[in-house]
């Protein structure tokens, strides 16, 4: 049986790698800066970008991995020029490797834990259509733990599941409903509505209208996220419901790219009641704010963080902040169903 032990490495990690040892046998030495080196690599695809993202030459992460392997006694990298990809055996190592950072990390906060104090960085992958709110969640969380940083991240809603697999993030914002998630623990944060948003000189803005259907809002020159965006899939649906199909005049994979297409007057768009939060005091045209209908659709978004025991203590904190916001009072469209004067 590999024997176990524990040793402090002076020559640090994203300023802290109490790095871990496991002595194989007859082997060598397994490290977990390793094992790190790894799992940038294989994010990054690249040697030099990923020797970046662990502070280190491209030289030492080039011997930290050539150490791991013959540590292993196989190739866990494809020989090349350039990255080639992982061997077949190097992808079940990746796997662990993955595993075992994700708990040391977690090692870490537990142990500052115990002293009052939670530290670390919390990574949070959001779906597009939930980046406008997610400060509701991330500034409570900063303030109450003021030794941690954020990192958030748009990801679609398939990337979200895969970066949450393969420890990338530790939390996610994304739809609870449809598309299968894998073990997860949720928390549901609000049902998303949906609105058009439309100049006030457009056929349907300058009538005053209090709804309009999605049979109506096909007709106008629009500006729609991308089909890789699960927000779109959604409205694609509602607009196939209605019976018809939308032709998009622009169509982008922010947010942010259409509320500012919207925003300029010749566009209209259809939002999530969160977005409204991106057109703001910025100065341009009047816009009106119409509720959808025929179908009047709502679709759960929640909070999701791998199901773990025990749980990281940063995803568990998130959770509690998560838990504590009624998110879906703040985003209640009836208080933005008129005319939004932007200017």
Known sequence: MPSLGFRTDNSPINNRDASVTTTTNGNGTLLIRQFQYLVALARERHFARAAAACHVTQP?????IKQLEESLGV???????????????????????RRITADVQSLRQDVDATRGELSGRLRVGVVPSALPMIAMLTAPFAERYPGTSITVTSLTSRALERA????EIDA???????????????????HERYVLVTPTRSS???????TVTWHEAASLPLCL???????????????????????PRVEADSMEAVCAHVRHGLLSGVLPQAALTILGDTPG??????????????????????????PT?????????????DIEAVLDPSARTATLKIG
């Open 60 to 64: 030492t992460l080039s011997s930290g």
């Open 204 to 210: 349907i803005g300058a009538r005053a209208r209090e």
């Open 172 to 190: 996610g914002v994304t739809y609870l409903e449809d598309e299968p998630l894998g073990r997860v623990e949720v928390v549901p944060l609000y």
């Open 75 to 97: 190739l866990v990298v494809e020989r090349g020029q350039r990255f080639r990809g992982l061997t077949p055996e190097g992808e079940r190592v990746l796997a662990w490797a």
């Open 313 to 325: 203590p940063i995803a568990a904190a998130f959770r509690q902040i998560a838990r504590e916001m």
């Open 285 to 310: 045209p009047t816009l009106r704010v119409i509720p959808l209908t025929e179908p009047a659709a709502s679709h759960a978004v929640g909070l999701v963080t791998l199901d773990r025991d025990p």
């Open 225 to 247: 996220l991308t089909t890789d965006m699960r927000h779109r899939r959604i409205i694609d649906g509602h607009f196939r419901e209605a019976g018809v199909t939308p032709a």
């Open 164 to 167: 949450l697999e393969e420890f």
